[in-house]
């Protein structure tokens, strides 16, 4: 076989395993997203995933309470609340240090 052809080869090679990877690693979290919240009482835990160079998308995944894991649409107004509710820096209720 002459080098050229071998060349060719490992080349039709390095692209179908670069291929097969992409496709186990590129794809969302979310197939599916949720276009409204039940219950905000509900949720136990809410993870943001930012876009990478897998997934173009921003996906926020939900836990609500009895463990099932959902994911909702990131351009919906109440989700939009929801996230700066949560980012939202929260205010102590005690006293801060004391100079004297």
């Given at each position: 076989m002459s080098s050229i052809?071998?060349?060719?080869l490992l080349l039709a090679v390095v692209v179908c395993i670069s291929e097969a990877q992409q496709r186990e690693t590129g794809q969302c979290l979310c197939q599916r997203v949720r276009n409204k919240?039940?219950?905000m009482t509900d949720i136990k835990d809410v993870q943001?995933?930012?876009a990478?160079?897998?997934c173009n998308k921003v996906e926020i995944v939900?836990?609500?309470n009895s463990g099932l894991r959902y994911c909702l649409n990131p351009n919906?107004?109440?989700?939009q609340?929801?996230?700066a509710s949560i980012m939202k820096p929260k205010t102590s209720t005690t006293a801060g240090p004391t100079v004297h």
């Open positions: 052809m071998k060349v060719f919240i039940i219950s943001i995933y930012q990478t160079i897998f939900v836990t609500n919906l107004k109440a989700v609340r929801l996230m």
